[in-house]
């Protein structure tokens, strides 16, 4: 959630700003509920005042002898009109949450407007190259190397999915101990969370209101329940509604999980296989910071990420998104795109984002600065990574003229000493 006060103090920066996200926003209405707001609140206070007066009056009036019935009639007819102000007030409060809620967080100055044409690439590790050879997708890859099956995951589940099979599953595991392995080596601390999560939890990562429709719930669960997209959802509600100490930020978690995702349309023909899924695995990472030291942990974060496909010795590119590309609750994102030979294009392996205060501010988790107040903290989040197109990725460039591929040497342990994937017979 944004700060009101900063709305209402620039209005019209505040206006630009979401412009470049592509929302278009009208400060009157919520400038004007404010003011409303503000208004009754003077006169509900003013009128509670008078009531109190009237009403210690009493004894003496009867003291004296005086009518107190009329003082009575005053107190009931300010209690009815308070009781009506008090309706309104809470009303106009409604509305103004409304539309706190609703809006996304307001994108970092210096990104660019627009969509993600007007993404830019900030640097590549590696060169998309010729292999001298005709060369397999992933899809057919995975199957004469009998890594996946695609068949049977349809039967037992439906389209979008798939079963990781023998050495499959061993690398998709392998894929999952390297990244912990090397969180863990950073100071980060493993969570494993539920995978049903409560609506406050959506609300507080910034999904609801506005992408309830965009998670599975469950049905028949009362109080409403969904199951997790993403472990940024869990770990960034794991301090909601507390004040942490200063000394122990930030605070470094990342987690492992299944994903589970909505997918709204159709499927692009190229993204066949484990490119696009209703479930894939990935390890999630997340810090809660001061403001001070967001911008540090920003890149503290992109840097792992991007560590983390060079250990894999995979091709990939870095790109800074626009703000209208950048997710609604995120106020400055980069993406690590990995090299998709088949394709002939970059997909996007991991999102390292900073929400800044929003997530904080709707869950309101708060630390106690060198000042004494209470501030919001700010909450990143970075795919540490998606296996779902590293996998692909790993296959792809890595396949050699014979139809085997090549598994990275930091895998290595995690496979008995296997070094070569060769195809099936």
């Not at 599975?216 to 509600?237: M, Q, S």
């Amino acid at each position: 959630m944004n700060d009101i006060k900063l709305i209402l103090e620039r209005p019209e920066y505040v206006k630009e700003a979401l412009k470049k996200k592509l929302w278009d926003f009208d400060p009157a209405p919520l400038q004007e509920l404010s003011a409303r707001r503000v208004a009754l609140i003077q006169e509900v206070e003013a009128n509670k005042a008078e009531q109190n007066k009237l009403s210690a009056s009493v004894p003496q009036v009867k003291k004296e002898g005086g009518d107190v019935a009329s003082i009575f009639a005053k107190v009931k007819v300010l209690a009815a009109e308070n009781k009506e102000k008090a309706d309104e007030l809470a009303s106009v409060e409604a509305q103004i949450k409304k539309i706190m809620e609703e809006l996304p967080n307001i994108p970092d100055d210096d990104l660019l407007g627009g969509g993600k044409e007007n993404n830019t690439p900030v640097s590549h590790f590696g060169e998309p190259h010729d292999f001298g050879f005709p060369i397999k997708d992933h899809v057919q890859l995975a199957e004469s190397l009998g890594l996946i099956d695609y068949k049977r995951a349809a039967k037992i589940s439906g389209a979008g999915t798939w079963v990781y099979t023998n050495l499959g599953a061993r690398l998709e595991w392998a894929l999952l101990n390297y990244f912990m392995e090397r969180h863990l080596a950073d100071g980060y601390e493993m969570i494993l969370p539920p995978h049903i999560l409560n609506y406050e939890s959506g609300f507080t990562a910034g999904q609801f209101p506005k992408f309830e429709e965009d998670v599975f719930w469950l049905e028949g669960v009362e109080p409403r329940k969904f199951i997790l997209p993403t472990a940024e959802t869990a770990l960034v509600n794991l301090h909601r509604d507390e004040v942490l100490e200063l000394k122990d930020l930030p605070r470094k978690y990342f987690a492992y999980t299944p994903c589970y995702r909505k997918e709204a349309g159709s499927y692009r023909t190229e993204e066949r296989g484990m490119i696009r899924g209703y479930q894939f695995n990935k390890v999630e990472m997340v810090q809660y910071t001061t403001e001070e030291g967001s911008d540090a942990a920003f890149e503290e974060m992109v840097g792992k990420a991007k560590a983390l496909l060079e250990g894999l010795g995979l091709i990939y590119q870095l790109d800074k998104l626009a703000a209208g590309d950048c997710s609604h609750s995120m106020a400055r994102t980069y993406d690590i795109e990995v090299w998709i030979p088949s394709m002939g294009i970059f997909k996007e392996v991991s999102s390292v984002s900073n929400a800044r205060a929003y997530q904080a501010r709707r869950g309101k988790i708060r630390y106690r600065g060198e000042d004494g107040k209470l501030h919001f903290c700010h909450t990143l989040n970075g795919s540490g990574l998606a296996t779902s197109r590293v996998f692909p990725a790993l296959l792809e460039q890595n396949q050699q003229a014979d139809g085997s591929v090549i598994i990275p040497e930091v895998l290595r342990k995690w496979m008995g000493g296997i070094s070569v994937l060769k195809p099936k017979k």
